[in-house]
């Protein structure tokens, strides 16, 4: 159930490559200049990485979710921020090609695969994070179109993307309330608020997305009306597991990190690789990000098949691994000493970027919540 394929094997190689020649030497200057690389992004799209598990028939690659999870850690062994963007947008393009009509789908699906459009999705407000259901902006439909109205908060690509896909509330019956509907850039009404400043997460923009009068066709309606908090869930279930597998490739990264390090410093007559104390806390280490390896494929293996437990696994996975990811790579600035502190070791930056994870996709005791609810409702 968790061998790699050789299939999966080849995507490995390749998306490494990407990563490695790609992502990797620009990390921490993309960081330092806040730069985003759209054009790098384009060639992430040029080799499948828009559409990962979005259909064929509409430009996607067609893989597993078990596929993704094994891309997003390559991704984000080169540069996390890139692999998180990368993973915020395929939500994007599989809400898409997942509740879309066939016209739809014709029209968006194909652009945000190729990433020639990217994609941002907008579910969280200023005063509405957790409590998903609770959101207040609006749309009224008035004739062929719907109004809206509101403020959206967190948005990843915020002034960038083509594309974004609102959950705004078309009728006071709460969680019922909430459709999904496709924004495109440029829609008269539709602007940002500044850049957000930030602990990390430097080479993607972050700012809040207001939408004054916007008016938008009917016709760009995912799904059904009130069929938005469920399309927000199911994207979410998927983006968890996403944002797992990023932090446990910055994890692995600065484990790897670790371990060249100790082998090359030398302290009290020898490299500090024969300390055994430090040989424990490597051992721990790989043994965390080994274990929240695990549970990702568990994870990613249920939503392939659509388990009924997919939601719970999501969640523990989510947890697990975002914890894992985060820890281990604080620890390796310990074990690097002063030089961890410092940035062209390229730990600290892992470090600001991994710990968002533990925040976004819903928080990690949001996380405990809904596999404790699995039990109590059992």
């Known amino acids: 159930m968790y061998g790699v394929t050789e299939d999966q094997a080849a995507i490995v190689q390749m998306v490494r490559q990407f990563a490695a020649e790609s992502l990797a030497p620009h990390a921490a200057e993309w960081d330092e200049t806040h730069h985003f690389p759209v054009d790098v992004l384009r060639q992430a799209g040029e080799l499948g990485m828009g559409g990962i598990y979005s259909r064929e028939q509409f430009g996607g690659s067609g893989l597993s979710r078990a596929d993704a999870v094994l891309i997003f850690e390559e991704?984000?062994?080169?540069?996390?921020?890139?692999?998180?963007?990368?993973?915020?947008?395929?939500?994007?393009?599989?809400?898409?090609?997942?509740?879309?009509?066939?016209?739809?789908?014709?029209?968006?699906?194909?652009?945000?695969?190729?990433?020639?459009?990217?994609?941002?999705?907008c579910l969280t407000e200023p005063g509405v994070g957790s409590d998903a259901a609770a959101l207040s902006t609006r749309a009224v439909r008035d004739g062929d179109d719907y109004v809206i109205d509101g403020v959206k908060q967190f948005i990843s690509g915020a002034g960038t993307s083509a594309f974004y896909i609102v959950m705004a509330r078309t009728a006071d019956t709460g969680s019922h309330g909430i459709s999904a509907i496709v924004v495109p850039d440029g829609t008269p009404g539709l602007s940002f608020g500044p850049l957000e400043k930030k602990m990390g997460w430097h080479a993607q923009p972050t700012r809040q997305v207001f939408f004054d009068g916007v008016r938008v066709p009917v016709a760009n309606l995912l799904g059904r009306e009130g069929d938005g908090f469920g399309i927000a869930m199911s994207g979410l279930d998927g983006g968890r597991v996403n944002i797992g597998a990023c932090s446990l490739g910055g994890g692995q990264a600065a484990l790897d990190k670790s371990v060249a390090y100790l082998k090359e410093r030398r302290a009290f007559g020898a490299p500090l690789i024969e300390q055994q104390a430090l040989l424990?806390?490597?051992?721990?280490?790989?043994?965390?990000?080994?274990?929240?390896?695990?549970?990702?494929?568990?994870?990613?293996?249920?939503?392939?098949?659509?388990?009924?437990?997919?939601?719970?696994?999501?969640?523990?996975?989510?947890?697990?691994?975002?914890?894992?990811?985060?820890?281990?790579?604080?620890?390796?600035?310990?074990?690097?000493?002063?030089?961890?502190?410092?940035?062209?070791?390229?730990?600290?930056?892992?470090?600001?970027?991994?710990?968002?994870?533990?925040?976004?996709?819903?928080?990690?005791?949001?996380?405990?919540?809904?596999?404790?609810?699995?039990?109590?409702?059992?």
């Not at 393009?93 to 739809?104: A, L, N, P, V, Y």
């Open 75 to 121: 991704l984000a062994k080169g540069d996390t921020t890139i692999a998180a963007y990368i993973s915020i947008h395929n939500m994007v393009t599989w809400m898409i090609d997942s509740f879309g009509t066939d016209e739809q789908c014709a029209e968006w699906v194909p652009q945000l695969a190729s990433m020639e459009a990217l994609g941002s999705y």
């Open 280 to 378: 424990f806390q490597l051992a721990d280490m790989d043994t965390e990000l080994e274990s929240a390896r695990t549970l990702l494929a568990r994870a990613a293996d249920a939503l392939d098949r659509g388990d009924a437990d997919k939601v719970r696994l999501c969640a523990m996975a989510k947890r697990v691994a975002t914890d894992a990811g985060f820890t281990v790579a604080n620890s390796a600035i310990q074990l690097h000493g002063g030089y961890g502190y410092l940035a062209e070791y390229g730990l600290e930056r892992i470090v600001r970027d991994l710990r968002v994870h533990q925040i976004l996709e819903g928080t990690n005791e949001i996380m405990r919540l809904i596999i404790g609810r699995s039990l109590a409702e059992a």
